[in-house]
């Protein structure tokens, strides 16, 4: 792996969010300049759009844009409740916007009018989706107050995806169940006893991550497929013993993957919006990079 080149792109091509999180993660930087830039994607109401996830380029509040910036908030392992991102997130989560009672919606009507994916296109579905409802919900338990009404609200909206996750299992988008696996690691962190049987879903998990995996690697190259690190994030993780060998034939993909310029191809498009699409490309390349490093060291530390 060049990590001379990966750098050489994003200082040349990253969002100054993308270059504050590769700062701080590979050179030293702080997380301060990380959350400052996350900002910058906040609403009023505490949630966030304007294409932090950049596969949507809505300006609105949205639970997936917001999803995305709590992924930020837990790669640069912000823990203090009272940060006033963290405080705008529950605000906005508390406030029942684009919230049925049950889930968050996977996508707003306002996402139409702005360039997306298709995948983010919104149209009326019946259908429950707990992405990324259940990472919200663990988000909630982690760090609402523990006396609020939104904690409350937290814990009947864990039980009851949970029970979905046990009627619906073995699920079969990745995400979805890459959802379920963080709001479990939520749980966990959040010492949250006796709401759910922890035991339970640990095992259901294992189970369900190792139907999840594609294991024929030839299909990595081409294809966008779910590979280990959706759910595995180093040696540390308990799903790693189970799967072992195939998390660690990924960082010798990640190292052989690498494109001349210090990319790693993007494997999806959208048809709809050339021009924007080839920006938001730019962007997840930057994205990309660092999640693949950051694989790459956390297993080879």
Known sequence: MDFDKAKDFIYKNARPLDAARWHFLFEGGSRDNVLKRLAAYRNDDGGFGHALEPDC??????????WAATEII??????DSTHPIIQGILSYLASGKDFDGHTWARSIPTNNNYPHAPWWRWEPD?????????????FIL???????????????LAKEAYRYFKAYYPLESM???????????????????????????????????????????????????CKPSLFIGSKASEFYP???????????????????DGTWAITWSWPE?????????????????????????????
Request: glycine share 4%; with cysteine.
């Open 175 to 225: 995400h979805t169940v890459s959802c379920f696996v963080k709001m479990y690691a939520y749980l966990k962190e959040a010492n949250v006893r006796g709401l759910l049987d922890l035991g339970e879903y640990s095992a259901l998990l294992h189970e369900q991550i190792r139907q999840m995996i594609t294991y024929d690697t030839e299909k990595w190259k081409t294809d966008y497929v």
């Open 242 to 260: 189970d799967n072992r060998a195939v998390a660690d034939y990924e960082c010798a993909f990640i190292r052989s993957a690498q494109e001349a």
């Open 273 to 301: 919006y050339p021009e924007e699409w080839s920006i938001s490309k730019n962007w997840w390349k930057s994205d990309w990079i660092i999640k693949s490093v950051k694989y790459v060291k956390a297993f080879e530390a």
């Open 57 to 66: 380029w809505n300006p609105d509040s949205s639970p997936i844009q917001t």
């Open 74 to 79: 837990k790669e640069v392992g912000l823990e």
């Open 142 to 156: 982690k760090y609402a107050n523990r006396e609020s009404a939104l904690y409350a609200l937290g814990c009947g």
């Open 126 to 138: 019946p259908e429950t989706s707990y992405n990324p409802t259940a990472c919200l919900i663990g």
